[in-house]
């Protein structure tokens, strides 16, 4: 089975603290995803990567940033955390092409207080 | 640009009855692929099911059904005697064919539904 873990379920930081977030796949996948949900906005997708080193940007990507050094390990990085970021930050991953499903990891839910 | 809708924000229903969650979507692709996930309250999106813009055949799995009609842009879920394990938001998603017509491999997603089963 594909497993996609998240480094925290919960995580509170506060303003202005940098905050990583990290998320393993296990299945060697090529491309990997960062969203956030919100109630009422359903997902929306931040950064995607579709390859080690490459990006690109979703629909929300100002305020955060994304790493990804190994295929396996993508990174949300959010360099100045505000409260208008407390959402669930969702990490997917997916083989290559739109045609295939992506698996999506437990979630980490944010607070910045 | 391309758009899921999924007009019915909450659905309760009690245990037993049938369900079906509406989706509407728009894309200028000929080729595209459509998704239905579910969230249950742990909050791990689950993959249910896909189907290609040239795959008009209903599915039928177990209690699950999907009704794909390309004449009017829907994909539909239909839950048959619906159970409490059922309860959870319920995602239609699209993606389109290929970044150099214009679209991405990104998945657009509808808002959800969120499906209350009651004993």
């Known amino acids: 089975d594909v497993k996609v873990t998240q480094s925290s379920r919960y995580l509170v930081k506060r303003t202005g603290e940098k905050v990583f977030l990290e998320c393993v796949q296990d299945?060697?996948?090529?491309?990997m995803f960062w969203y956030r949900q919100d109630p009422g906005l359903g997902l929306r997708l931040i950064y995607f990567?579709?390859?080690?080193?490459?990006?690109e940007k979703g629909d929300i990507p100002e305020g955060y940033s994304v790493s990804r050094e190994k295929k396996e390990r993508f990174s949300l990085i959010l360099e100045s955390a505000s409260t208008n970021q407390t959402s669930m930050y969702l990490c997917?991953?997916?083989?290559?092409?739109?045609?295939?499903?992506?698996?999506f990891g437990p979630g980490t839910r944010l607070t910045v207080t | 640009a391309q758009k899921v809708t999924q007009a019915q924000t909450e659905i309760s229903v009690v245990e037993k009855e049938d369900v079906t969650l509406d989706c509407v979507y728009e894309?200028?692709?000929?080729?595209?692929?459509l998704f239905w996930y579910k969230q249950p309250p742990s909050g791990e999106l689950v993959f249910l099911i896909r189907?290609?813009?040239?795959?008009?055949q209903n599915e039928i799995s177990g209690r699950y059904s999907w009704n794909f009609q390309k004449s009017t842009s829907s994909f539909n879920f239909t839950i048959t005697a619906s159970q409490v394990v059922d309860s959870a938001v319920y995602f239609c998603?699209?993606?389109?064919?290929?970044?150099?017509?214009?679209?991405?491999?990104?998945?657009?997603f509808g808002k959800g539904t969120k499906l209350t089963v009651n004993p």
């Open positions: 189907r290609n813009s040239f795959d008009e």
């Open positions: 299945m060697d996948h090529e491309n």
């Open positions: 997917a991953s997916r083989t290559g092409g739109p045609f295939y499903e992506q698996y």
């Open positions: 998603a699209l993606s389109d064919e290929v970044p150099y017509q214009g679209g991405s491999e990104k998945l657009v």
């Open positions: 894309t200028r692709d000929t080729t595209y692929y």
């Open positions: 990567s579709y390859d080690v080193k490459m990006k």
